[in-house]
């Protein structure tokens, strides 16, 4: 039984009136070699993020607002939270702890709100990745599972190896899987956002390495495979290396993160990384030069592993030359044959007011948002020659 049926059915509806017409979603995404396609056809996807579409008290009419205004730019997909963890209810969550016990809220500001969520993104021909749980403490996250059932304070990296916690996070995954199984609007589920072995707190049991990361990727990945075998699952991870011979952080494997391990499972059907590289202290020689080689070098990944590969974040602020530096990372991405793009992140100006701006935002009357359509352009036709 899908408990949830009858609130996307009531919120597409509800769309259909307030919105444009309502498209279907038919079929399922796939990965092909180091593609895409949907219904034999090749997929492109160029899109945005959007963490806060199920998260900030939206109508059905501003989240339809929201997903119209990335589709104007060419987009096809867009990848937002499916967590949000929290002890006392407040707004819109998805798992309410009591001590050690979770409960699931699957009401009209829960799960029935993420229903609506599907409803919007469906009427404006986007697809959603959909992120199960965040290495950092906004939403609640990994910490969530630690404090909650180990400890407050214990370390971090807990979260990959305590049996209890991996159970819970295995119930809270099951609950999401089970109840859109059947929805194509889904594009892939993602297991977390930028998991590391240290998260927003310095607690660290010391044993953590890639190793550690890699099997739990290999056990989640493989659950979420058993029970769904529509939808595709991916990471969520930033992309780090574990190349023994750097110095760079980047790209030494410190970080608890090998790129080319995790891609190598076969429960894991495409690769992410992201890329800020003021935010990383990596600037040298330049972040447009920095960025250019990090995409390089996992599009050399994507084609070793002869999986798709997405660029599925990335930033500069506006006063760090941000025209020049995404014209080039989107010429990059476009040229190398990266498979596709992501920005962080959607910013849209609403009833209510405008969305979150952390800094990185591109509202529609940002020249970045106007120079979109035609990389989203020039991806597509790329991908249709193949």
């Known amino acids: 039984m899908n408990p949830g049926a009858t609130f996307v059915s009531l919120a597409l509806a509800a769309l259909s009136l307030?919105?444009?017409?309502?498209?279907?979603?038919?079929?399922?995404?796939?990965?092909?070699?180091?593609?895409?396609?949907?219904?034999?056809?090749?997929?492109?996807v160029f899109g945005s993020n959007s963490y806060w579409v199920g998260l900030r008290g939206l109508t059905a009419d501003e989240m339809n607002v929201a997903f119209k205004d990335i589709a104007a730019t060419g987009g096809t997909t867009v990848r937002t939270w499916g967590f949000n963890e929290v002890t006392t209810p407040f707004g819109e969550y998805y798992q309410l702890w009591n001590g050690s016990t979770p409960t699931i809220n699957y009401g009209t500001t829960g799960l029935g709100n993420f229903d609506n969520v599907i409803a919007a993104a469906k009427a404006n021909g986007i697809r959603l990745i959909v992120a199960f749980t965040n290495n950092w403490s906004d939403f609640g996250g990994m910490d969530t599972y630690v404090n909650q059932i180990v400890?407050?304070?214990?370390p971090h990296d807990y979260f990959y190896t305590n049996p209890q916690i991996m159970a819970a996070y295995k119930d809270y995954v099951k609950v999401?899987?089970?109840?859109?199984?059947?929805?194509?609007?889904?594009?892939?589920?993602?297991?977390?956002n930028e998991p590391r072995c240290t998260g927003s707190t310095p607690a660290s049991s010391g044993t953590c390495t890639t190793t550690t990361i890699t099997n739990w990727v290999k056990t989640m990945s493989a659950y979420i495979k058993?029970?769904?075998?529509?939808?595709?699952?991916?990471?969520?991870?930033?992309?780090?290396?574990?190349?023994?011979?750097?110095?760079?952080?980047?790209?030494?494997?410190?970080?608890?993160?090998?790129?080319?391990?995790?891609?190598?499972?076969?429960?894991?059907?495409?690769?992410?990384?992201?890329?800020y590289p003021s935010l990383w202290s990596e600037e040298t020689p330049n972040a447009i030069v920095w960025g250019h080689d990090w995409v390089e070098n996992h599009r050399r990944s994507q084609a070793i592993y002869n999986k798709p590969v997405l660029l599925e974040e990335f930033g500069v602020y506006i006063s760090q030359n941000q025209i020049a530096t995404y014209n080039d990372w989107y010429c990059t991405v476009v040229d190398s044959g990266l498979t596709g793009v992501l920005i962080w992140q959607a910013g849209s100006n609403l009833?209510?007011?405008?969305?979150?701006?952390?800094?990185?935002?591109?509202?529609?009357?940002?020249?970045?948002?106007?120079?979109?359509p035609a990389y989203s352009a020039k991806l597509k036709a790329r991908n249709e020659k193949f």
């Not at 400890?151 to 214990?154: N, R």
Request: a negative charge; charged letters at 20%; glycine letters at 12%.
């Open 18 to 44: 307030a919105g444009p017409t309502a498209r279907q979603s038919t079929g399922f995404v796939k990965a092909e070699g180091q593609g895409f396609t949907l219904n034999g056809r090749p997929y492109t």
């Open 151 to 154: 400890g407050k304070g214990q």
């Open 176 to 192: 999401w899987v089970e109840k859109y199984i059947d929805e194509p609007t889904i594009f892939a589920w993602e297991l977390a």
């Open 226 to 275: 058993s029970l769904d075998s529509n939808h595709l699952v991916t990471l969520g991870d930033e992309g780090w290396f574990n190349w023994s011979h750097s110095m760079d952080s980047s790209y030494n494997g410190s970080q608890g993160i090998d790129f080319n391990a995790n891609l190598a499972i076969d429960t894991i059907d495409f690769g992410t990384f992201h890329l």
């Open 351 to 372: 009833t209510s007011g405008p969305t979150p701006d952390d800094g990185f935002t591109i509202f529609p009357n940002n020249p970045v948002y106007r120079m979109e």
